[in-house]
């Protein structure tokens, strides 16, 4: 079994080691803006999430209105739908 000082010294070196960089992550940070990353992370989750909720909340009103329009359409022709989905 690891001793506390062989643990410590394990990470220590984990920690200190240099990371390797690759030339494909390289040519893309380039392009990312790292302030709206930093802003986004100081929001809580439940702040980070809440405009991706509201998306859904806004794209499911809008099947329920399009699933309405297009049942009263079919009523009105008399046809029956041949997807119910």
Do not use: W
């Not at 920690?15 to 893309?28: H, N």
């Not at 940070?29 to 999430?49: A, F, H, M, S, Y």
């Amino acid at each position: 079994m690891d001793t506390h000082e062989e643990i410590a010294r394990r990470r220590r070196e984990f920690l200190t080691r240099p990371i390797e960089t690759d030339p494909v992550i390289e040519a893309f940070k380039k392009d990312v803006d790292r302030t709206l990353l930093i802003e986004n992370l100081r929001l809580t989750p439940d702040r980070r999430t809440a405009p991706f909720l509201s998306m859904q909340a806004f794209y499911n009103e809008a099947q329920a209105r399009l699933r309405e329009r297009r049942e009263q359409a079919l009523g009105a022709s008399g046809e029956s739908p041949s997807d119910p989905a």
